[in-house]
T-cell receptor, first 114, second 109 residues
Framework: DAEITQSPRHKITETGRQVTLACHQT?????MFWYRQDLGHGLRLIHY???????NKGEVSDGYSVSRSNTEDLPLTLESAASSQTSVYFC?????????????FGSGTQLSVL | RKEVEQDPGPFNVPEGATVAFNCTYS??????FFWYRQDCRKEPKLLMS???SGNEDGRFTAQLNRASQYISLLIRDSKLSDSATYLC??????????FGKGTSLLVTP
């Protein structure tokens, strides 16, 4: 069955370190997204991609970057981790179409920056 | 102002009750509307899309009022398994979705 997987599930790192969170989907979806979820804020969009070599900034993109070298993967990199980036990160994907596209989410990565 | 606003609750209701959640959105050009469900420490999952004419899926009914920029979700005959956080979701142009903070529902025996 097609799926979307995130790794690692949990990560503890120190401030200032570079961290990369992996997201891999086998749906062959063009659209991929990274969200973070924090108490009091809900889900906020970090970066997204509509296809290979396409990347776009979301609402809270500062301190994060993504790259899209193939359809299946959209890794999220924290250039220099900060305590404010402690959060749950969700990757998602959807098909391109005319609207009402369903988002498929990964199981999330709990990141703690100490 | 947040683009999608929801009452965070929590809503505590007994089994069998009917409960309604409301949501407002600020962008009049918004094009697509959804309700997602999220269980504790899990990923969000699509509950249902919301259409202008209103739509029903079993015990769940969704309504959209474009003039008032208002979306609702009605759950009839609540089950214990309905306990979750319900996220109101709006799409503008493109495919990125804007999520409300969610409304927490607890159904009690």
């Amino acid at each position: 069955d097609a799926e979307i997987t995130q790794s690692p599930r949990h990560k503890i790192t120190e401030t200032g370190r570079q961290v990369t969170l992996a997201c891999h989907q086998t749906w062959n979806h063009n659209n991929m997204f990274w969200y973070r979820q924090d108490l009091g804020h809900g889900l906020r969009l970090i970066h997204y991609s509509y296809g290979v070599q396409d990347t776009n900034k979301g609402e809270v993109s500062d301190g994060y970057s993504v790259s899209r070298s193939n359809t299946e993967d959209l890794p999220l990199t924290l250039e220099s981790a900060a305590s404010s980036q402690t959060s749950v990160y969700f990757c998602a994907s959807s098909e391109s179409g005319t609207g009402n596209e369903k988002l498929f989410f990964g199981s999330g990565t709990q990141l703690s920056v100490l | 102002r947040k683009e999608v606003e929801q009452d965070p609750g929590p809503f505590n209701v007994p089994e069998g009750a009917t409960v309604a959640f409301n949501c407002t959105y600020s962008n009049s050009a918004s094009q697509s509307f959804f309700w997602y469900r999220q269980d504790c420490r899990k990923e969000p999952k699509l509950l249902m899309s919301v259409y202008s004419s209103g739509n029903e899926d079993g015990r769940f009914t969704a309504q959209l009022n474009r003039a008032s920029q208002y979306i609702s979700l009605l759950i009839r005959d609540s089950k214990l398994s309905d306990s979750a956080t319900y996220l109101c979701v709006v799409a503008n142009s493109g495919y990125a979705l804007n999520f409300g903070k969610g409304t927490s529902l607890l159904v009690t025996p």
